[in-house]
Each structure stands twice: as structure tokens, then as C-alpha cells.
């Protein structure tokens, strides 16, 4: 559709994951960074079960009682004439496959690390997939106003864990109950913890790389140790380098305390400053659809049930990758070929939303979904006939069969597994010739999850019967003889019908592969 401000729209958009290691923060800093943008009025904090006040993006019931994300949010806002859309990501690593297919719908991701643990197991994963995909990473260092490693330990550890170039943006005074403030080494200035011990002052601009004259802090020991350091990382440290971190080689470093809102400002004014705008995404033919081209164009990165229990609704999340969305456009989806209006459409703040009117590449919009949508699906306008490239899909290693343990309730648990297995969370397979149900995930709080909606969401309780760890893998149906199966390699099929067998352990499917040597098997990832 003809837009004569797209490229201005296109080229305000910032729109990035945040990423971490459970209990780094990251959900702490989600709401500072939606406190500023003046999207919520007061940040609700994971710890908050006694207050009921909860994180904004943590909307779901077993997300409450647990403290946990345990799926991605999506929350917008504008802040310094630039359009924020901000994808809270689960770190724990039983969903890590709802965070890898985010991180496809992003521009730049935001690394949160705890300064008393440093790069953690999970950090560490969540990186090497941002990394693969050459995008932008900003990292904040959080919990200053606790006790943790020095700030010189902690680049090391990035730079080696990580093997990539980092920048300290600012430097910290002091940390735990010694913190004073952290040195802005990109503004000039210092930003102190406590302005109240300062005359209310909040900043103090720097000359020369000092504060000019008389001031208390100079008094103070730490002054001088946080001097020396600046100078050597200036002097011995990586320069500061823009095309490196467009490339994803070099991160800008920040430190801060989330909890504490200080230095989540300072981040946010800098980032929305150096992060990118919209870029070009892949299709499945290697060619890469520009964000300024006219016709509408996105795909399908999440699905999710119930985001409003009262109306039992489900949205497909979808990235805007080009043109202008206007409500109540028609759109074909590209693996059916049917043509669909997309009359009711909203944008969120965590589970608030409101209908759009228009959005653009970068925005991410939740169209409401009667079943057409599954996850990776691409939508365009017109004759633009775009595939994406496809989003990853993880081989299960946990399986357990499922019955529902009132069968006058098999409707409600149909509907339950079918709109749970849609968004992506669990695998769906059935028995090859009984069509028990079996269920696969990733890992076994994956589980406690669908047991826990199921339950709540659809009213229907299940028994839950555990398979262990098992190793699947697909086989093409034309090499398949029922036969081959046997106690050790269970013989299932999955929900689009494909055969696959479930190996007890290596040792089975090695055994397998020397009977059969001409069958060929295959897994996900």
C-alpha cells in the first residue's frame, strides 16, 4: 500500500529480544525499560507474590506463582521519537526453543548478566544463536547495588567466553552498599547512585575526563582507582567501533542495577541511539525482502492460546518484515494459498492490547487465529508470493504418554492438546497403530506447564505416564516396514502423520542403523 512516510516510520523502529540466564534480571529491567517509555506507572517485580504485584510481562498464572518467564511477551512503546518493541524472552532453558524463534523476528538482542555470576550456561547458549544470526548485541551488566566480581574480571570473561569485542560505555564507582555511581565514559559525565549525597544533582558533566574544581566524590578513594581503570581500558581496551557492532563483533557494555532503576536510562537513551533499524530478511530462496519495499509482507514467529482466558482467544505474533499493514487488509498466506482480511488485529503490552490501525517492518502485531496459522508461516499483500525462511524446531528428548483422566472430558482435552501443540511448546505423536497419545518436549518443566494449563485453561486433567529420555528420528514412509519396530525402537507418528521411531539410547539406534543400513533417519536439529 501506498505509504509516503514509510522509510521515516520504518527507520524509527527498534525492536529487540532480551536475553539471559534465569534470574540475571531480565525481567527486572523489561519493566524499568517500560517505566521510561511510560507503558505501565509502576514496575511489578518477579518477587512480588506477596503484594500482588507482578511483572508486566509475566501475564501468565503459572508465571506468577513461580517467578519465571516461561514464554516470550511482547511489549511496544515509544520513547526519544523512536518506536520500542521489546520481545521478553524465557531463560529458562526448557523453552529455549520459544527464544531461538523469537530471535528471528528481532533486529538486535540486549545480553543481561548478573555481575556476581558472570556468563552463565544459559547466557552462553542464547548468545552462539544471536551470534550465528550476525545481529547487534547490547550487553548490560546488572546488580550493582550488590557485592559482585570487578568490572575488568567480567570483559575478560566476555571476550573469552564469547570470543567477541567489548566496549564499556560507562564504568562503575563502588558496587553493593559502597556504589557511588557509574563513570559515562560515551556521555562525558557522571551519574550518581545517591543524588541526595550530592546536593540532588544527578549527573555531573566531565572535563577533560575529571570533574573540574572542588567536588565530595574527588574526596573519596574510589575516584582515583575508577580514574586509573578508565584510562586503561581506553588505552589497552577495544576502540569504540559502529560497523563492528552492526556486525555483531563488538558489544557496547553497561552497567547498572535494574532492580534499583539506575543506570536503565542511560542504557535506554544510548541504545535507542546506536541499535539498528528494521533490516532485510531472508527468504527461502537466499533473497532478502527490503523493509521499504510497498507491499506487506511478515511471518508467523509464535502462536499462543489464551492470552485473555475469559475469551478462550489464540494470536499468531507476527513480524512486520515490509510494506505498511493497514487494518482490515487482504493478505494470502503463503502455504495454503488462501486469501485472509485482517480485520482483527492488536498490539501489546504484555497481556493489555489494543487494536492497530497500521504498522510497519519492525512492528510485531497479533493477529486473532480460528486455526489457520502454525508457526513459520509467511503473509503478503498483493502479488509479492514471499516465503521466509523457515524458523528452527527442536527433536524432543523427554516423551510421556497422555490420557485425560476424565474421558467424559475428551473433547476439552482434544481441543487442549491441539492449541497447546500449535504454539510450539510440546510435540505431538501418536502410537503407529494404537493412536495412543505421546507427548515430547525439550525439558520436564515443559511438561508441568501443559499439565498446569490443561488443567486451568481447559479444564481438563490429564495422567501423565513418563517414557524417559528417548531419541527420535524420522524415517521416510517408504522405507518403512512395521516390522522394524520393537520395544527399543518404539515405532510413533507424528501430528502431520510422518512415521518416526523412538530409540531407547544410542546403542538401540546403532543397532538399528547396522539391521537396516540402506534406511535413512533423520531428526529436526
Known sequence: MNNPNLKQQVDSRRTFAIISHPDAGKTTITEQLLLFGGAIRQAGTVKGKKTGNFAKSDWMDIEKQRGISVTSSVMQFDFDDKRVNILDTPGHEDFSEDTYRTLMAVDSAVMVIDSAKGIEAQTKKLFQVVKRRGIPIFTFINKLDRDGREPLELLEELEELLAIESYPMNWPIG??????????????????????????????????GEIAGDHPLKEKSIYEDVLGEVELVREAGDQFDLEKISRGDQTP??????????????FLESFVDLAPKPHAHKTIDEEAISPYEEEFSGFVFKIQANMNPNHRDRIAFVRVCSGTFERGMDVTLGRTGKKMKLSNVTQFMADAR?????????????V???GNYQIGDTIYEGKLKVAYEELPSFTPELFMKVTAKNVMK???????????????????YKTYLTDEYIIGAVGQLQFEVFQYRMLNEYNAEVVMTPMGNKIARWINPEQLDERMSSSRNILAKDRFDQPLFLFENQFAMRWFADKYPEVELKSLM
Do not use: C, W
Open 175 to 208: 558496587m553493593g552498599k559502597g556504589l557511588e555511581g557509574i563513570y559515562d565514559i560515551y556521555n562525558e559525565r557522571i551519574e550518581f547512585y545517591r543524588p541526595e549525597q550530592y546536593e540532588g544533582e544527578r549527573y555531573i558533566k566531565l572535563t577533560n
Open 253 to 266: 557494555v553497561f552497567f547498572g542495577s535494574a532492580l534499583t532503576n539506575f543506570g536503565v536510562e542511560t
Open 410 to 428: 475428551q473433547k476439552s482435552f482434544h481441543k487442549g492438546i491441539y492449541q497447546l501443540v500449535q504454539e510450539g511448546a510440546i510435540q505431538l
Open 368 to 370: 486473532y487465529d480460528t
Open 354 to 366: 489494543e487494536n492497530v490501525e497500521e504498522a510497519v517492518a519492525g512492528d510485531i502485531i497479533g
